[in-house]
């Protein structure tokens, strides 16, 4: 399917005829409810790793770590993404049609493409940074500045150079779903298109989930030697902490591996069923449920490594109590006001009377 600048306008209203020929299902209905779903990742999304990036500014300050820049730097990918495509498909809701041409096509498709994998790449450094810490013994701040910005860029680099290859003629971007955004073109059978798609299917998914559960489960199984280990040397105190902070570990990377399948494993397996069966899926109703998917990302990573950081944990109260305090207290001061208007009228007058009063009059034997 290619984009012209005379094809880009879309119609729910004849969407929803041609659904309704078919299986009698209602265009408005899918559309609308699709959209308040983007609608809901966006206004969820877009305040919730603002927040993350905040407040991580205050912990990367007091612990400066390799794990606290990455995350922050994840926050910033699903900024990127929310900004550009929350508009996006907002504009495309209000007006029923792609107005952005081409052109416009393409710049969507590049950076949603770039900023999602970005934030997929961040995560699996996460993974293997978490790894490494665990199995090397060392100190979460024990790298350089130098040493945190290489790898953040690592992950920008990596995602960048495969957004970047349909400008170079490997494949273009292509409308998806109701035609709200644009992505590769999964369903077509050009060589050029298939090649590409395979190279996003084995690098920007089989790999970094494979290195995500591999990191993580032998994450596990180190802390589990370490714990037994221990436990002839530890009390039974310290044997039922150790043991919550293992479950703690572990819940915490199921959660990880959940949340990345939930958001990715639909996209990804539409993407095998369009490759397989060379149907362009990726243009037709069915296309725009697993993107939406995809796009959910950007809500559970803030929660998973944001929220659920001790140090954000405790900024974030502090920094919240510090409001309640300080509008309490201007709460207060605005109610003695309003209920003692008149004496502190006549504090002033008095205090001006004894001021003039204070000055004595000018005499040639003052001055002596």
Known sequence: MNITATKTSFNFSEWNNATAETNGESLEALGHLLMVALSLITIIGLPANFVVVFIFRYVYASNPSSLNMVIISSSICNLLLILVAGPVHTDVYIHGRWRFGYDGCQFYGFWVHFTAVSELSHLTIISMHRYYLIASKQRARSQRVGQQLALVSAAWIYSALFAVLPF?????????????????????????DATYNVLLLCFEFVLPFSVILYCNIKLMKTINMHNRRMIDRSTIEEVSKRKEAQRSVQTMIIIMISAFLFSWLPYTLFCVVGMISRTNFASGKIGAIPAVFAKSSVIWNPIIYGFKHNLFRQRLRQIWRQCCQSSVRDASVASNNRSNPVPSLKRSSRSQKSAIISIKPYTPSSVM
């Open 168 to 192: 170079l003629g490997l494949s273009k971007y292509d409308f998806e779903g109701l035609h709200t955004g644009c992505a590769p073109r999964w369903g077509s059978a050009e060589i050029k």
